[in-house]
């Protein structure tokens, strides 16, 4: 079956603890992406990968980091999470081949302390 | 600056009867536009998309969205509304190639039986 699998879909941590949010896709896309959702806001874009080892700042990147190693992994990383990254992380893909639809993953609610 | 905005934050509609969320956008270019869902608990699932051609485009689930240049909308409509459409609702534009894309604010779909 073609998907997103996000990883933890929830996690509790506390202010400064490094964590991973990982991502892996099994469409052979190119084009990876993660968002945060947050009420009244709709969905921001945090980073973005137009291929392995490209990867590029969206609109609201600071306090994250991410790296494209393998085609299929997009890994978010958090070095030293903060109460305002308390969110609803979504990955999402995209190839060539399928006009711009993104295919997402179903969310990692994140709880900063 | 490119944006998409959705006026509505909270729709209610009844059962049975038609429904129309709105949605805007600025943009420089031709846009691609794209209507997502978001069940509760569940990641973004593209209803539809338009890209050229007829102005009149058809979804799943018995949607459809109409692309109005003049207007700079892309609304989407529903003559039915079902239990089940209860959702959040996302507009997005984005372009060919670049891979960026802007979404609304969202709105919220309640269906009252």
């Known amino acids: 079956e073609a998907q997103v699998t996000q990883n933890p879909r929830y996690l509790i941590t506390v202010t400064g603890k490094k964590l991973t949010v990982t991502c892996s896709q099994n469409?052979?896309?190119?084009?990876m992406s993660w968002y945060r959702q947050d009420p009244g806001l709709g969905l921001r874009q945090i980073y973005y990968?137009?291929?392995?080892?490209?990867?590029d700042k969206g609109d609201v990147p600071e306090g994250y980091k991410v790296s494209r190693k393998e085609k299929r992994n997009f890994p978010l990383i958090l070095e030293s999470p903060s109460p305002n990254q308390t969110s609803l992380y979504f990955c999402?893909?995209?190839?060539?081949?399928?006009?711009?639809?993104?295919?997402f993953g179903e969310g990692s609610r994140l709880t900063v302390l | 600056a490119q944006s998409v905005t959705q006026p509505d934050i909270h729709i209610t509609v009844s059962e049975g009867a038609s429904l129309e969320l709105r949605c805007n956008y600025s943009?420089?270019?031709?846009?691609?536009l794209f209507w997502y869902v978001q069940s509760p608990g569940q990641g973004l699932q593209l209803l539809l998309k338009?890209?050229?051609?007829?102005?009149l485009v058809q979804g799943i689930k018995g949607f459809e969205a109409e692309f109005k240049r003049s207007q700079s909308s892309f609304n989407l409509r529903k003559p039915s509304v079902h239990w089940s459409d209860a959702a959040e609702y996302f507009c997005a534009v984005g372009t060919s190639g670049t891979y960026k894309y802007i979404f609304g604010t969202g709105t919220r779909l309640k269906v009252l039986a």
């Open positions: 469409m052979n896309h190119e084009y």
């Open positions: 943009y420089g270019a031709t846009p691609y």
């Open positions: 338009y890209f050229s051609g007829d102005t």
């Open positions: 990968s137009m291929n392995v080892e490209v990867t």
């Open positions: 999402a893909s995209t190839g060539t081949s399928n006009r711009g639809e993104l295919f």
